[in-house]
């Protein structure tokens, strides 16, 4: 493959952003990639594995030279980190994201940018429930889908150049538009994690010293609660950022529980089954 971006600068080498370097590495689509961000100890172990090849000495001056910049940090550092870095930003330079979260941010963000610097919000649906760049892989993106939520004002080859190198990332891009995709992954990604977190914290909080009911459970409790070892600070920035689409889908969860609690105290197995067989064939048909 050819090079994309002569220089890039990650901010944020964690499991998303050291998965993007070493892609980046692996297919040469960059020649040079700075690592930014707050932990200097994780950028030291990224600049050790090979991940990335510079440290840049602070996010703004990190991307003076930076033809690509990308928001690897979790979503509730975006508006300060792109207010910091805006001015440094060189003309012609794109910033992207892989944050989870589009919607009002996204137009937000754009808005920062100085003329001629373009935006392009993205947020590719990979990751794995341990966090950190030494869990980054240069397949995490094979066959993941890939979300571009570009804006009215999005620039259009700028657009195309941030499509390219998800592509080459072996991930299937889809547009989307931001507000609908903050509905859809309400529903679909941000409710799921929450559901996993809440549930692990009622049966945690049932431990009383000597009944440890967690060292009983078995595969399904671990399959379902899988994603609840995925990291706080960045869950709770997406739980906040999409509050206004969350809380709805939350409350829908919330009738769906009590449905089934209902069906249960009246003992009224003929509803139970016809909700269970419901979910089971939804879930079955999953790809």
Known sequence: MSILFNNVTIIGVGLIGGSLAKVLKTKGLARSITG?????????QALRMGVIDHIGQGAGYGVEDADL??????VGSFEKIAREIAPHLKKGAVLTDVGSVKGSLARMLESILLPD???VPAHPIAGREKS???????????GRRCILTPTKNTDKTALEKVRELWSATGAVV?????????RVFAAVS???????????????????GTDDYLDFSGAGFRDFTRIAASSPEMWRDICLLNRENLIPMIDRYVFSLNRFKREIIAGDGKRLE??????SDVRRGLK
Not at 174 to 180: E, G, K, N, Q, Y
């Open 36 to 44: 930014s961000g707050r932990s200097r100890a994780s950028l030291e």
């Open 69 to 74: 910049v990308v928001l690897a940090s979790p």
């Open 117 to 119: 610097r373009h935006y």
């Open 132 to 142: 950190g760049v030494a869990e980054a892989i240069d397949t995490l993106f094979d």
């Open 174 to 182: 889809s547009i989307m538009d931001a507000d609908l995709h903050d």
């Open 190 to 208: 941000h409710l799921p994690h929450v559901a996993a977190f809440a549930m692990i914290c009622a049966i945690a909080e049932l431990n009383t």
């Open 274 to 279: 016809k909700h269970l067989q419901l979910a």
